[in-house]
């Protein structure tokens, strides 16, 4: 089970990190998601810490064992979504989502 | 980059068969993986299965006895069918392509790299 707190707000050109904690997580990867109304959901960081090409560099990723963050520096207005972790589940064979944090730029 | 179209009926009677497709355009099925994802209304996300181009598939096991997933590799699709469909069945649906592997310690990984818009399924009664 992936654990994420539901809401995470921040002010326009702050740090926002979005945490992910699973027992699974010291041997898995993480990977996260974006999440905006009526569009296509957006890799945004893959394998712990790779950004995919096109995500902009104030998208970052670490792991520190059981927890996985999403680090947003410089948060912008149109960064205002819905994120996921992912990783695998306990039986190391099936896809596992955290339940998701809103992120409010106030 | 690769484009995905998810397609299906709006509206499914509960008890029925709950059939899509997922059209990909701007490249090859062949050679990847491809994923079924579904979101309802008001919760998160809930993985539904993946499968290799070749056929073989990996699904979640709260949905594995209802499910199918297959590649029709000349028109470039993928399927979803998910039979006994119930109210708890609505949700938008996404297809996406993925990327499996294992890490440098020997764990699984899979992530979904490309997604479509998804497509709504209502479950009535």
């Known amino acids: 089970e992936l654990t994420q707190p539901p809401s995470v707000s921040v002010s326009p050109g702050q740090t926002a990190r979005i945490t992910c904690s699973g027992d699974t997580l010291p041997k898995q990867h993480g990977h996260w998601y974006q999440l905006k109304p009526g569009q296509a959901p957006v890799l945004v960081i893959y394998k712990d810490e790779e950004r995919p090409s096109g995500i902009p560099e104030r998208f970052s990723g670490s792991n520190s064992g059981t927890t996985v963050t999403l680090t947003i520096s410089g948060v912008q207005a149109e960064d205002e979504a819905d994120y996921y972790c992912q990783s695998a589940d306990s039986s190391d064979r099936h896809v596992a989502f955290g339940g998701g944090t809103k992120l409010t730029v106030l | 980059q690769v484009q995905l179209q998810e397609s299906g009926p709006g509206l499914v009677k509960a008890s029925e068969t709950l059939s899509l497709t997922c059209t990909v355009s701007?490249?090859?099925?062949?050679?990847?993986?491809w994923s079924w994802i579904r979101q309802p209304p008001g919760k998160g996300l809930e993985w539904i299965g993946y499968?290799?181009?070749?056929?073989?598939?990996n699904h979640n096991p709260s949905l594995k006895s209802r499910v199918s997933i297959s590649v029709d590799t000349s028109n470039n699709q993928l399927s979803l069918k998910l039979s006994s469909v119930t109210a708890a069945d609505s949700a938008v649906y996404y297809c996406?392509?993925?990327?499996?592997?294992?890490?440098?310690?020997?764990?699984?990984?899979?992530?979904?790299?490309?997604w479509g818009k998804g497509t709504t399924v209502t479950v009535s009664s």
């Open positions: 701007g490249g090859s099925i062949g050679g990847y993986y």
């Open positions: 499968i290799y181009y070749s056929g073989s598939t």
């Open positions: 996406a392509s993925g990327k499996r592997g294992y890490s440098l310690s020997g764990y699984f990984f899979y992530y979904m790299d490309v």
